[in-house]
């Protein structure tokens, strides 16, 4: 589905002119008239609500989106962000007025789980005059750049709340770019944190553009997620790979299928379609969309969960492709009624009925209506309203729009697979060995149709063709996984005290040429269970694992050898905090002024600490450590401060022990 290339920021560059339907272009003087005829007319054909309604709906679009964001990261932290926000800063923002105009504070979603998702209506204006908004909008930016809050749309985080995702399951996102939703699935996956439980699940994150498969692992690469893999595959040609411990084809608990759309739902941030909007783009869209989610749906295991969404209005990509997907299944997917989840949040049914535009401006009901044969070829049967509209339960279907919540559009439909959709599923259900061969030719065959023949109905098996596998143009260095007993590896284990409870045989380097990677990755049980299947080199894997190792250079503070040449890393902490029992390579600070010399000072002096915390390092062996500090530290002055305040403790820093200095392994951001 569309998405711009980040999301707006609390002080949006586009100006209000007197004018709603206006809207100043950034960069440029330019106007963008928020007007299309054949867009409402088009719509208001579609009969998606009454005539009345459909005026507030179409005024809603021409009106300014307002930020939503997400507080991310693991439970507790999520927690202390959000007393922070309740606690802090709303308090300080209740009573702003500009202009003598009453400017109302962030509120919560009232639809999203325990308050962790907000609203915000604070036009650049407001950010500018008031000291409060200013100060709230700094946090926010802050705290996005370290992955504490997520901005993301409101309607976006509909999706992967239904998919009802539990921290054992194994989760595919085919069309993740750029990753604000897939973000939401690996919180779900480690729900568990709070209990120091590794997941049991993984996160397999695909992109079919290599590009944006990047921008996915940039989004995704904040949560530090050692379940998390992405992949840049084209969805409909996601390759089948089997366990090797039992041979069985892998499929996943939960699908998500954000295809892309013609995306006019997201009209209110995205201003340029109101100019190039066409019907022909979601008629162009159709056949992919029902390829990608039908290749979705046969990855999905038998009881699992598989949620289809755009962010399109349009019946075409919505409830045609629900249709065409439910009468290609044969059965063996039901669409699950999900009106008593999220109660608070405002919806409409789908579409029984829908009417398809010709490039002239005819509007029809079923291809029956064209007589012209060449034409009827440009339009697939599966565009249409099929016959049997009552039985398929349509009406299930959700439908989000403006209007409703001050929202952006959006569609969603929740299925549940009860049967296999192969006769390699078949063999697999009844326990039976699968050979890759037969695995691959149900793909392609039963799952992948061609489009369907204007003339008339058919069944899936008449419409089969073997497509050929595709792979990415972009071939990613491989990931190897470490033997357990590998010498280095023992080495770092044995240097850090590493509790013998953490495994041995989770553990990455990437190939690069003839030479190995100086990093070393881990990965959750899952994820090497993935990459130890004998058909792995079909995953074309652009990143997985956290860094958890990294070999040192050389710097003015690491001019000493140490035993190991590997550090710590930030993103890998949170990972061995727990198993690095050993307090030999541990130090507790002493003061906020310790911490504040540490994060100031590009290699601050070891002499330059208190005496508990120099005394400490000198019985230290030269190499990597970890400093810690906790808010027994901060006194009662100190919590005032509005730069103490925001930290979240207990805090772990890794930290190079030079012979004479100090390095604190973190980059610009993360000492901020």
């Not at 003061?591 to 330059?608: F, M, V």
Request: contains cysteine; aromatic residues 6%.
């Amino acid at each position: 589905m569309p998405r711009s290339r980040r999301h707006r920021r609390l002080n949006d560059p586009k100006q209000q002119t007197g004018d709603p339907s206006a809207a100043i272009r950034t960069g440029d003087n330019r106007v963008t008239v928020k007007e299309n005829e054949k867009f409402k007319n088009y719509y208001r054909n579609q009969g998606l609500m009454s005539e009345e309604e459909f005026d507030v709906f179409y005024a809603s679009l021409q009106t300014q989106l307002p930020t939503t964001f997400r507080i991310t990261g693991t439970r507790s932290h999520a927690v202390q962000i959000q007393r922070l926000i309740e606690d802090v800063y709303i308090p300080a923002m209740r009573n702003v007025t500009i202009d003598g105009v009453s400017v109302n504070p962030p509120t919560p979603l009232p639809w999203y789980p325990e308050r962790l998702g907000w609203q915000v209506h604070a036009p650049r204006l407001v950010i500018k005059r008031s000291p409060e908004f200013s100060k709230f909008h700094k946090f926010i930016v802050t705290e996005t750049e370290v992955g504490n809050i997520s901005r993301q749309e409101a309607v976006s985080m509909v999706p992967p709340l239904l998919m009802d995702i539990q921290p054992h399951q194994w989760v595919l996102d085919m069309c993740a770019a750029p990753g604000s939703k897939t973000a939401q699935i690996i919180e779900a996956v480690h729900a568990n944190d709070r209990l120091d439980e590794m997941p049991a699940g993984l996160v397999v994150a695909n992109d079919a553009d290599y590009k944006r498969s990047h921008l996915l692992v940039h989004q995704s690469k904040r949560l530090q997620s050692p379940c998390f893999v992405a992949t840049n595959h084209d969805g409909q040609y996601f390759p089948g790979l089997h366990m090797t411990s039992t041979g069985a084809p892998i499929r996943f608990d939960r699908v998500l299928c954000d295809v892309p759309c013609s995306g006019d739902g997201t009209l209110r941030k995205n201003e340029k379609i109101w100019a190039e909007w066409s019907h022909g783009q979601a008629l162009a869209l159709h056949t992919t969309q029902v390829q990608i989610f039908l290749r979705g749906a046969q990855l999905t295991k038998v009881g699992g969960r598989i949620v289809y969404s755009t962010c399109s209005f349009n019946p075409v990509e919505n409830e045609a492709v629900v249709a065409e997907v439910l009468r290609l299944a044969q059965g063996a997917l039901i669409l699950k009624d999900v009106s008593d989840q999220l109660p608070e949040l405002k919806r409409k049914p789908g579409l029984t009925t829908w009417k398809v535009m010709t490039r002239d401006g005819r509007y029809l009901d079923s291809l029956d209506d064209l007589e012209d044969t060449p034409q009827k070829k440009k339009f697939p049967k599966s565009v249409f309203p099929p016959s049997d509209t009552e039985c398929l339960n349509l009406e299930r279907c959700i439908r989000i729009y403006p209007h409703q919540q001050d929202t952006g559009g959006f569609f969603v439909a929740v299925f549940e697979k009860i049967k296999p959709m192969t006769k390699a599923e078949e063999k697999m259900m009844a326990g039976m060995k699968v050979e890759d061969e037969e695995e691959n030719t149900s793909v392609t065959a039963s799952v992948i149709p061609s489009k369907r023949p204007a003339g008339g109905s058919s069944s899936s098996e008449e419409e089969e063709e073997v497509l050929p596998e595709k792979t990415s143009a972009h071939k990613e260095a491989p990931f190897d996984l470490l033997p357990a007993d590998n010498a280095e590896l023992a080495g770092i284990r044995e240097f850090y005290g590493l509790d013998s409870s953490f495994p041995t045989d989770q553990f990455l380097i990437r190939s690069e040429g003839k030479e190995k990677s100086k990093t070393i990755y881990f990965v959750s049980s899952a994820v090497r269970d993935l990459l130890a299947s004998r058909q792995a080199h079909r995953l074309n894997v652009v990143m997985t694992g956290v860094r958890l190792f990294v070999r040192q250079n050389s710097t003015p503070s690491t001019d000493s050898v140490s035993r190991t040449p590997y550090r710590l890393t930030c993103e890998g902490i949170p990972l061995i905090d727990r198993v690095l029992s050993d307090t030999r390579r541990r130090v507790r600070l002493q003061s906020l002024a310790e911490l504040r010399t540490l994060l100031t000072e590009a290699y601050p002096k070891i002499d330059q600490l208190e005496s508990p915390t120099v005394e400490k390092l000198e019985t230290m062996e030269l190499g990597g450590c970890v400093f810690d500090i906790d808010e027994s530290v901060v006194d009662a002055s100190a919590k005032d401060d509005e730069n103490i305040a925001h930290i979240v403790f207990p805090m772990a820093l890794p930290v190079w022990r030079g012979k004479v200095s100090l390095s604190v392994l973190l980059n610009k951001q993360e000492k901020r």
